[in-house]
């Protein structure tokens, strides 16, 4: 069977965001069906944000398997659905529905992506670090219950806008008993800098252009940078960071584990995932 032939007995999945053409998803799970000889596709769905609510009612119209949600559409999802599982029920973020029985469920892979991330690219456990986690928007909702499951010693939370960092910080604390403090990126100076090993950006600073969410006089050897944008040439922080020697992990592998935790939801099985590791490697 050539998987790339489309039938009407083809599974289709796919993913909603605004833009979305540059999303890498497709060929990442694309090559996994691909290898597996699946008969299933992945396409790329263009959808603004007025239009989510007839885009989520068509998942079950078109009989869809499953979706996954980016940008902006990742929090206006949660009310569409018929349940909310996982990590979702805290973080308020979902980037996978999966369509079973013409019910549709809906999490968020970002967080345990993220945390896979860091142990199986990064080789670094979590748990008992200090962690610096740059942005409160919802990619930093996603993640910031994982790391504190996964058992971070403490947390420093730094936002453009200091009110948004405070009430992400209001309701995790509230959900999680785990205290932390959040700061205005005005006062990085009084920061403990040579207490922390793992700094985190999940503003969207660097992707569309040249800067650094992080100025380069404050980056450490000792700490793993990860950013979770990803962008060809890399971004201004992961290259002034491995520059100062850190460590540094980019928003791909992040892309590839959340991915591969999607796939599972999917299909009930794990994904070949040197397969999809190539195939996102070779875009970007
Ligand atoms: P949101 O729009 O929810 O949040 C954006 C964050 O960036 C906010 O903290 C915002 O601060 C901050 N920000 C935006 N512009 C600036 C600026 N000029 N200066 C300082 N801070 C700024 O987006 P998400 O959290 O959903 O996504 C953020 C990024 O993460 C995106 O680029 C996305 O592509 C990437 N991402 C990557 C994933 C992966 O798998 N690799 C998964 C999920 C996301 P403020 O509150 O002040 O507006």
Redesign the pocket.
Known sequence: MNSKIITGNTTILAVFGDPVAHSLSPAMHNAAFDFLNWDCRYIPCHVQPGDLHNAIKAIKALTFKGVNL???H??AALSELDEVFGDSLMSG?V?TVINKKGKLYGTST?GI??VRSLKEDGGFDPSGKNVLL?????????VIYRLIDAGINSLFLV???FS??ASLQQKVTGDTGFEFKVMD?ADFDNLDWDSLDLVIN????G?H?D?S?LPKRYLKPDFLVFD???KKGGTRLLNEARSAGCQVL??????LF??VESFNLWFETNPPINIMRSAIDKLC
């Open positions: 980016t940008i902006p990742k929090q973020s980037n970002d992506g993220l740059l942005g409160a928007g919802g990619s930093a909702a996603a936002n453009r806008s948004r960092a990126p999940t503003t969207s600073v992707l252009d800067l969410p979770i944008i990803y980019s928003g791909l592998s992040m892309l959340q991915g």
